[in-house]
């Protein structure tokens, strides 16, 4: 979804913002490219072709570098809680009515057909087969409901693997999130949303896959690429804090959270001018005025975290026996898990020791126990706390015992004891 009628409020309050794109302007630059859009487009050319829409796709990266630019194709992966309940379910609702309207208007038309077929002796021949043949009905009512196949995405990463091209999975689900935050500040980020401002993208690049077309620039057209400047927005707008931004593209309208009615891009302006944020503008008497059930329903604070939060760290795999830990975060990361251990022997009467690794002098992950009747061994924290298994003597010792129990039951069964007290 984006931000709600976003792009037209700039084009109409501070039209300067969306410049024309030029190749020769990107040429050396690192462009992060959310793959979502172009991916989309390629779908709309081969629709329901996996091979047609990679093949599509890889004509697409070609040309960016041969602009010399270096992209970074960046795909989403499982996305936000948030985003799910207030946009995606809303949006596969939609997407199957809109499925299901165009299957019917299939039908009716390919009934049409049939009856022109009868008529064909009034109907002009040239007509019939350019103009109203299955084939090309089909086609123009697949890309009405326009669905990239599940296949395709891992055929197109696979294929830009394959080529050399560097390829990222988002670590938090949104593409043009990963693109924005890990974009430098002379990165360009690719994308048809503009929620890459609202992340702190420092420029965004519209309909980039379009670059190169013999197309003249209109600033009305938004289907031109374009060159979007996070600095000159903030500028424009009037606004000195990045979180002004993005209070008011939450209540413009956002994937984190709900709606508040009423308030449109040029309301949500001057809100921000007049209040500085959204708590501010709750507090004031005309965010009073809104009702209760509203303010309820609408968590902004979860949106504004899902826009400012930085990014999870990425785990970097190092290579079997190439890895080394550390040799500073190591005493801090071992005492707090020692200090974990300790914890954990206490709630079990015992204690924890650390041992050491002979030579290297460095603490093993390998701990000496003692439980609270002495007993000692040597285990790992985690096989002990996830095995929830405490002293191996003491708990041979109850299996013993209770199978003596179970042994001494059934010799009194039949009349006899057992003599053994082991």
């Known amino acids: 979804m984006g931000i709600l009628r976003l792009l037209p409020f700039l084009r109409t309050h501070c039209g300067h913002v969306v410049r024309p794109l030029h190749p020769e302007d990107l040429k050396g630059k690192r462009v992060w490219v959310d793959v979502h859009g172009p991916l989309y487009r390629c779908a709309y050319r081969s629709p329901g072709n996996s091979q047609g829409i990679t093949r599509n796709f890889l004509a697409f990266s070609e040309r960016l570098e041969a602009f010399g630019m270096q992209p970074i194709f960046v795909f989403d992966s499982a996305p936000k809680p948030a985003k799910v309940e207030h946009t995606l379910i809303e949006r596969a609702r939609k997407r199957n009515v809109q499925q299901a309207r165009c299957q019917k208007d299939l039908e009716d038309l390919r009934s049409i057909l049939g009856q022109l077929e009868e008529l064909g002796a009034r109907v002009p021949h040239n007509l019939l087969q350019r103009k109203y043949n299955k084939r090309s009905l089909e086609s123009h009512f697949a890309r009405r409901a326009i669905a990239i196949p599940a296949d395709a995405y891992q055929m197109v990463k696979d294929a830009l693997t394959q080529r050399g091209s560097k390829v990222i999975l988002a670590r938090s689900g949104d593409a043009e999130e990963e693109a924005a ?4 500040p002379e990165d360009l980020v690719a994308s048809e949303d503009l929620d890459a ?3 702190g993208a420092p420029s965004v690049l519209r309909f980039i896959d379009r670059l190169g077309a013999d197309m003249e620039f209109d600033p009305e057209d938004v289907r031109v690429p374009s ?16 979180k002004q931004l993005v209070d008011f593209a939450i209540l413009c309208g956002c994937d984190f959270a ?22 501010r503008f709750r507090m004031a008497v005309e965010g009073k005025q809104i009702p209760w059930s509203a303010w309820a329903q609408f ?9 400012l939060r930085p ?26 898990s020692l200090a974990n251990a300790q914890h954990y022997a206490a709630s079990h009467g015992g204690q924890a020791m650390m041992a050491s690794d002979g030579e290297s002098g460095q603490m093993s992950q390998t701990l000496r126990w003692q439980c609270s009747e002495g007993h000692q061994w040597d285990a790992k924290f985690v096989h002990l706390k996830c095995g929830n298994r405490w002293c191996p003597t003491c708990r041979e010792m109850l299996s013993q015992q209770a199978r003596l129990k179970e042994l001494q039951g059934i010799a009194s069964k039949q009349g006899g004891k057992v003599l053994s007290e082991k």
């Open 311 to 336: 990014l999870p760290k990425r785990r970097e795999r190092s290579s079997k026996g190439g890895g080394q830990v550390c040799k500073k975060r190591l005493p801090s990361l071992t005492l707090r």
């Open 299 to 307: 968590d902004f604070q979860a949106a504004r975290d899902a826009f």
């Open 227 to 242: 060159l979007i400047n996070l600095s000159e927005v903030m500028a424009g707008l009037g606004f000195t804090k990045h």
């Open 258 to 279: 709900t709606k508040l009615k009423g308030i449109g891009p040029i309301h949500a302006h001057r809100i921000i001018l007049k209040h500085g944020s959204i708590g």
């Open 181 to 184: 935050k890990s974009s430098g």
């Open 197 to 199: 401002l609202i992340y």
